[in-house]
């Protein structure tokens, strides 16, 4: 009998790890084999440990979660698959066919499964990497699939890796959206634009400003504010592409912002922040938890990226 089959919804995200030599060094860039290495090893790390050493709890949303399983599919690709559950949850249960009343059958500490999946890809000269999120309302959110993974590279304690021997390395994961097209669309809405706001990586700038400004003390990036040209009412649309463009190719470009005016002469503000890409996918399904069946997931994803990097 043939699996039943749910649209999943999947948000598609940019995941940066960056390696500091120490914690007062602020350099980030860094081979990305190195990257990639050490992502592997802390994910071989942490699959080796028990569950109760290997679960992370999030007491802000009262919910345990683990790493559960990982496919490294070589070359910075990987396979994750994230389980969580609720604690603090008690409730009275009832049997919806009969209606007959089933009682508090859970203790607080007990709490229900449920795996989120994650796709990770790396394309040949990217420093970065492509994320397919599997949208789970009851699972985990790619926040914090990234905490668990920060989490992580500090109980693997990597210096024990470091084969120069540096005790002090620190690795950290970061992620942004990949946003959506409709950035493009909604700009077309714009009667006029007052700005156009760059939020940028601050290696861009190459001067002794920031070395005055002391590197520790300032953010790793720069909000780029450029003023509309005079004499028009909109910025050229092939500039602002341009930019967007950018941004997909390179993480130099972090955000776009643009503020202006829309038809109905309001106040408007469109970023890519606020539009990020989302999809969905027909996946098979378990056949008693309706939970999404990992293979058919991650060739569905695979399936995706591949039509996107088109």
């Known amino acids: 009998m043939k699996a039943p089959n749910k649209n999943v919804?999947?948000?598609?995200y940019y995941v940066t790890i960056e390696k500091q030599k120490s914690s007062t060094d602020s350099s980030t860039r860094y081979d990305m084999s190195e990257i990639v290495n050490a992502f592997t090893k802390t994910l071989l790390f942490t699959i080796s440990q028990e569950l109760t050493e290997r679960k992370f709890d999030n007491p802000?949303?009262?919910?345990?979660?683990?790493?559960?399983?990982?496919?490294?599919?070589?070359?910075?690709?990987?396979?994750?698959?994230?389980?969580?559950?609720?604690?603090?949850?008690?409730?009275?249960e009832i049997d919806t066919v009969n209606m007959t009343p089933l009682g508090q059958r859970k203790r607080p500490q007990d709490g229900d499964e449920e795996k989120t999946h994650l796709c990770i890809r790396l394309s040949n000269g990217q420093m970065r990497f492509l994320?397919?999120?599997e949208s789970n309302h009851y699972g985990i959110s790619i926040k914090g699939m990234v905490d668990y993974i920060n989490a992580q590279f500090e109980?693997?304690?990597?210096?024990?890796?470091?084969?120069?021997?540096d005790e002090d390395v620190l690795y950290r994961a970061s992620y942004e959206i990949v946003p959506s097209e409709e950035f493009l669309t909604q700009l077309k809405k714009a009667k006029t634009m007052h700005a156009l706001r760059l939020e940028v990586d601050r290696e861009v700038f190459k001067d002794d400003f920031w070395s005055l400004s002391g590197r520790n003390d300032i953010r790793e990036t720069v909000e780029?504010?450029?003023k509309r040209p005079k004499g028009t009412k909109i910025f050229p649309e092939n500039l602002i592409k341009a930019y967007y463009n950018n941004m997909q190719s390179d993480s130099r470009i972090k955000s776009i912002t643009v503020s202006g005016r829309g038809s109905a002469n309001n106040n408007m503000e469109i970023s890519t922040d606020l539009i990020k890409m989302k999809h969905c996918i027909s996946v098979e399904c378990e056949d008693v938890t309706f939970e999404v069946r990992s293979s058919d997931f991650f060739l569905k994803a695979q399936s995706f990226i591949d039509n996107m990097l088109r």
């Open 9 to 12: 919804p999947i948000y598609v």
């Open 60 to 92: 802000a949303i009262e919910k345990i979660i683990w790493l559960d399983d990982f496919k490294d599919l070589g070359k910075g690709n990987y396979n994750l698959i994230f389980k969580s559950a609720k604690y603090n949850h008690v409730r009275n």
């Open 131 to 133: 994320a397919v999120h």
């Open 155 to 165: 109980n693997a304690q990597f210096e024990k890796f470091n084969e120069q021997g």
């Open 224 to 226: 780029v504010v450029l």
